[in-house]
């Protein structure tokens, strides 16, 4: 077996066991479940509250919207929060002391990330479909493109996940202020609010984040062709949404490798005790 | 006598900032030799180690490690040299088995034919019959255990151990001392450990290190070290209600001239140097030492 065969498959096995391990406990199940059913309650909640000038209900609005939440919550705020709580528990240093390790950690998670995601996923989109069957207007083409799109979405979130998690070596730090900046960018990015609605600072800061580029063409994908009067200059700017998302996931993926190895490099075991004695006196 | 040299280290020093921690290290370490590193809290023995390992870089000073500066090592480097990690909670969910399983499939590029399989390697640490628990359930003694068992999975030619015991019980301390005995013996690894206990350091050690203010204060087998400081065996007794105390190299004949001597010497007591005897003299001379020159220097 070659190196890197030997650390894809150990990194594959090491996703995997970390996403069953989260299934076997309940907080987290119970956190998986929640999600899924608020948001599809959401979306029923406006399943008869049409827009009279497109003749579609808010709730095919509002489902697109989650679906790119979903993906900035799981793939980078998520991510980044266990990435910098495991830098301080001694997961990233252990691996980091084995041959290949730091590569088969950030696949690992890469991995994980993307189960729970594909499990978030699928458990939203079943249970709304469920309950609003109108949300697939576009029939096959339109998902195709929606699975697209979050494709392209997952690659520019997952990198900013890491570097997030690297930079920040304190993981309650990352989960508190996380959260506030997370729910600042998802208020500028127009899943709740159109854009156009809100004042211009906020317009530019939006679309300079890919949050708000990722609900625009699920938005394109998945409600009629008319919705996107509604939109920033009337159109849909699919190519637009394209580039903005992958100069993000470029971005991410040449500081994530980066950032990553220098952060694994300077573990060692002085700052592991060091924290861990802190971490013991907080208990 | 001419033995692979594992571990050459010259002239190293480390500091943080103004702080020094490590002051001109000189060291060797040959194939197959158990070192034990001793020294107070904040020594430096943490220090030394993370140098060896290539986890820091010295500030001066050259450090060859199986022939290589561990700094820039690569992927084989790593599969060759195994870390015993003083752990704390990570991978709490994995269960001890895939736990396992899964550091065996990183170092299964670099298998050799010796290699410990998952199982055995389970066996050999006394975790057999915790293979399914989860690591969180483990005892603190129990994931030291697992800890090693890690640092084995390559079969590295060099192991590093940091305070490998603590909290172990007195059993899982014996069983082990005869897995570190075993391994020199039949796979001729080389062992580097830290320890506060300073009888493991008599029973498992060919050679002790002694590290103060970061420098290698002594440097040599229990025995030698105890010759170092003078008298190796106090003879204790007492004697018309006084007790006395005497060091001595020579105690059988000390003690034969001395009953031939004194008819009323009573509760006699003959009590060889423990290296923890050697170990607070040696300090204490230092440190006498260390203040004799700062206040010349005052």
């Given at each position: 077996m070659t190196i890197t065969s030997g650390a894809v498959r150990a990194g594959a096995m090491r996703g995997w066991v970390e996403f069953r391990n989260s299934l076997q406990t309940p907080t987290d199940v119970i956190y998986y479940v929640i999600g899924a059913a608020g948001f599809s309650a959401a979306v029923w909640f406006f399943?008869?509250?049409?827009i009279p000038e497109l003749g579609i209900s808010t709730a095919a609005v509002i489902f697109p919207s989650v679906l790119a939440l979903m993906t900035l919550f799981v793939g980078a705020y998520g991510l980044a929060t266990l990435v910098s709580t495991e830098r301080e528990d001694g997961t990233l240093l252990r691996l980091a002391m084995q041959p290949a390790g730091t590569f088969t950690y950030a696949w690992g998670q890469t991995v994980r990330t993307l189960l729970e995601l594909a499990f978030t996923f699928g458990m939203f989109t079943i249970l709304a479909s469920i309950l609003?069957?109108?949300?697939?207007?576009?029939?096959i083409g339109g998902a195709s493109i929606a699975v697209g799109f979050l494709l392209l979405g997952v690659l520019a979130c997952l990198p900013l996940g890491f570097v997030v998690g690297s930079l920040f070596n304190n993981p309650r730090s990352v989960g508190g202020w996380g959260f506030l900046v997370t729910g600042a960018i998802v208020a500028a990015?127009?899943?709740?609010?159109?854009?156009?609605?809100?004042p211009t600072w906020v317009q530019i800061a939006g679309q300079v984040l890919p949050l708000y580029w990722l609900g625009l063409g699920l938005r394109s994908a998945l409600?009629?062709?008319?919705?996107?009067?509604?939109e920033l200059g009337e159109s849909w700017r699919t190519l637009e949404s394209i580039g903005m998302l992958g100069l993000w996931a470029a971005m991410g993926l040449v500081l994530a490798p980066i950032l990553l190895q220098r952060v694994a490099r300077r573990e060692s075991l002085a700052t592991l005790a060091t924290r861990r004695e802190k971490a013991m006196q907080r208990v | 006598m001419t033995r692979d040299i594992v571990v050459r280290a010259r002239g190293v020093a480390m500091s943080y900032g103004a702080k020094?921690?490590?002051?001109s290290i000189d060291l060797d370490i040959h194939r197959g030799e158990v070192i034990a590193l001793l020294g107070?809290?904040?020594?430096g023995k943490t220090t030394t180690i993370e140098i060896l390992e290539g986890v820091r870089s010295p500030t001066a000073g050259t450090v060859e490690v199986l022939g290589i500066d561990p700094v820039r090592a690569g992927v084989e480097h790593r599969a060759r040299v195994g870390v015993v990690l003083q752990s704390w909670?990570?991978?709490?969910?994995?269960?001890v088995r895939e736990f396992l399983h899964h550091f065996f499939v990183l170092h299964s590029p670099f298998r050799k034919h010796d290699s410990w399989a998952v199982d055995d390697l389970l066996e050999r640490v006394g975790l057999a019959d915790k293979a399914?628990?989860?690591?969180?359930?483990?005892?603190g003694g129990q994931r030291r255990r697992l800890d090693v068992a890690v640092g084995l999975m390559g079969n590295p030619e060099l192991l590093f151990l940091d305070?490998?015991?603590?909290?172990?019980?007195p059993h899982a301390r014996r069983e082990f001392h005869e897995l570190m005995h075993e391994l020199v013996d039949a796979r001729a690894t080389t062992i580097l450990l830290t320890t506060h206990d300073l009888a493991e350091a008599e029973r498992l050690a060919d050679r002790i290190l002694i590290l103060h203010n970061g420098r290698i204060a002594a440097n040599g087998s229990a025995d030698a070290l105890a010759r170092e400081v003078a008298g190796t065996t106090e003879v204790r007794w007492t004697a018309r209600g006084e007790r006395f105390v005497h060091s001595t190299e020579s105690a059988t004949r000390f003690v034969r001239d001395l009953l031939a001597r004194d008819?009323?010497?009573?509760d006699l007591e003959v009590r060889r140097t423990t290296l923890e005897d050697t170990y607070l003299t040696m300090v204490a001379q230092h440190e006498a030492a260390d203040a004799e020159t700062n206040g010349e220097r005052a």
């Open positions: 399943r008869d509250d049409v609003v069957p109108d949300l697939w207007a576009r029939g990015s127009g899943v709740f609010l159109p854009l156009s609605e809100l409600l009629p062709a008319d919705f996107a009067v509604v | 020094r921690v490590l002051d107070a809290n904040g020594a909670r990570d991978h709490g969910r994995w269960r399914r628990a989860r690591i969180m359930s483990l005892s305070e490998p015991t603590a909290g172990f019980d008819p009323d010497v009573d």
